[in-house]
Nanobody, 123 residues
């Protein structure tokens, strides 16, 4: 049974930093592209970042470039999202996703999803 478990979300002040983690089990982690998505209240789920199976290639939502960094550790079956210079508009539930053959920006091309972790940025 595949499980993706996110952690690290919390309340933080604007300008602060958080590091989200996603622990994967039940799959051959290195076979999967990993992505982070987020969903704010009343809005659709949106792509935030993705990282290739090897970790060499990354892709980001334009508004988080230079502030967020996605990384992965295939030995530990984990993927991280380092978020710096947080803004109130980053407030959302953040989801980890895994896919074998994905179009990175398209949520419906990912095979597995975590339950999400809440990030709240106060102004």
């Amino acid at each position: 049974q595949v499980q993706l478990v996110e952690s690290g979300g919390e309340l933080v002040q604007a300008g602060g930093s958080l590091r989200l983690s996603c622990a994967a089990s039940g799959l051959t982690f290195s076979y999967y592209t990993m992505g982070w998505f987020r969903q704010a209240p009343g809005k659709e789920r949106e792509f935030v970042a993705a990282i290739s199976r090897s970790g060499v290639f990354t892709r980001y939502l334009e508004s988080v470039k230079g502030r967020f960094t996605i990384s992965r550790d295939n030995a530990k079956n984990t993927v991280h999202l380092q978020m710096n210079s947080l803004k109130p508009e980053d407030t959302a539930v953040y989801y980890c996703a895994a896919g074998r053959s994905v179009s990175e920006l398209s949520a419906n091309t990912y095979d597995y999803w975590g339950q999400g972790t809440q990030v709240t940025v106060s102004s």
